[in-house]
T-cell receptor, first 114, second 115 residues
């Protein structure tokens, strides 16, 4: 059982470039989310989705876009990368929205913007 | 503002010793409290989830406690092993959703177990 799969694991971008971080889950979870983790800070929510076709902004959405065309996939797009977006990005999923349910994380994507 | 504070920030212990990590929260309305273990370079993995009515829950050598009255939780690790070296993250769920979503994350405690 693969769980939550993120690609790529590592990426280096130049300022202004765009890219997409991929996230896929095989647990038929309705809820999917993207977090960023920076040194000395807790995980911060970027965007989330409670089902296919539904997305919403989290705490730090600026500079990022998401879409949810299928239950399995939830890609995160960086429109014009900035050095402030250098971070480790985690995709996570759980069975449904709301406060309950175990949250499963991917292994992370480490992004460096020069 | 909903907040989760963890202490200490970092901790070094010798293999075989016990330790306790603390989590204080100012979150309302409270739904549940979770502890995650995050190995270096990996994603967080769930250790325990406790609801309002539960005051203790164990997962092997990990025991979490919850005092909903004082809004405090602790994670006790018994007979530590080198593989326990990791960051431990306390996460509190709220019933009402805000921009942070339902989950409020602490900054974590970095535990190092030395031989």
């Amino acid at each position: 059982n693969a769980g939550v799969t993120q690609t790529p694991k590592f990426q280096v971008l130049k300022t202004g470039q765009s890219m997409t971080l991929q996230c896929a889950q095989d647990m038929n979870h309705e809820y999917m989310s993207w977090y960023r983790q920076d040194p000395g800070m807790g995980l911060r929510l970027i965007h989330y989705s409670v089902g296919a076709g539904i997305t919403d902004q989290g705490e730090v959405p600026n500079g990022y876009n998401v879409s949810r065309s299928t239950t399995e996939d939830f890609p995160l797009r960086l429109l014009s990368a900035a050095p402030s977006q250098t971070s480790v990005y985690f995709c996570a999923s759980k069975k449904a929205g709301g406060p309950g349910g175990e949250l499963f994380f991917g292994e992370g994507s480490r992004l460096t913007v020069l | 503002k909903n907040q989760v504070e963890q202490s200490p920030q970092s901790l070094i212990i010798l293999e075989g010793k016990n330790c306790t990590l603390q989590c204080n929260y100012t979150v309302s309305p409270f739904s549940n409290l979770r502890w995650y273990k995050q190995d270096t370079g990996r994603g967080p993995v769930s250790l325990t989830i406790m609801t309002f009515s539960e005051n203790t829950k164990s997962n092997g050598r990990y025991t979490a406690t919850l005092d909903a009255d004082t809004k405090q939780s602790s994670l006790h690790i018994t007979a530590s092993q080198l593989s326990d070296s990791a960051s431990y993250i306390c996460v509190v769920s709220v019933i009402a959703r805000g921009s942070q979503g339902n989950l409020i994350f602490g900054k974590g405690t970095k535990l190092s177990v030395k031989p």
